[in-house]
């Protein structure tokens, strides 16, 4: 496994962890009527700082501990960290993916805006949808190395 | 009308230059085992500088390292 396609893996395996718990938080305060009234959109916009920053930490430690971990399943103690032209051209690859994704998702969600959904949800749904992109992105590039592209 | 391909007598050629290993030749050439592993199985095409650099590390031209079948 290369440098980039372990990291690939190790992105995919954080952002579903990330994103998994942060859906699971919203989903929950939501419930309880969190996101209601004047305050609104400001507490939306503190969990969504929470979450960026939660984010930026999670995948700096998970890279370090599962880079770690991969090492060690696969008995490479000097393992090489170079990206070559296919690792940069299989990443085009998933960009590309991804950004339509992203914008599908956002296009979606300026519909659900226009058809008067709470824009609570609406800009969580945008959130998701960067992370549906970022999924997509990683998602693809897995294949694309599994597949030789 | 099929994919075109670019296929390739690397595996051949290691062997004939002392079985040089996929990661001595990725290491002549500067990139990674697995993209040795996708260019001789044909799955990946290699730009032409690297094709190149290739069929220099077994001095050889172009032609007879890499080959294309048309679709």
Known sequence: MSFEERNAVISLIVTVGVFGYYGFRFSGLYGEGYFTGPDAMTRTGWEILYLIGYGVIAQIVGQIVLSIVFSILANDSNPSFRIDERDRQISLRGVRFGYGVAGGGITLSMVALAYGWDPVIVFNLVIFSLAAGALVETLVKVVLYRIGG | ?71
């Open chain 2, 1 to 71: 009308m099929g994919k075109a391909r670019v296929e390739n007598d690397i595996r051949r050629l290691r062997f004939a230059h002392g079985e040089m290993t996929q990661k001595q030749l990725a290491e002549k050439v500067g990139v990674t085992r697995q993209t040795i592993v996708a260019i001789e199985k044909a799955n990946y095409s290699p730009s032409l500088e690297l094709a190149f650099l290739i069929a220099q590390v077994f001095e050889r031209p172009l032609e007879q390292v890499f080959t294309f079948k048309p679709g």
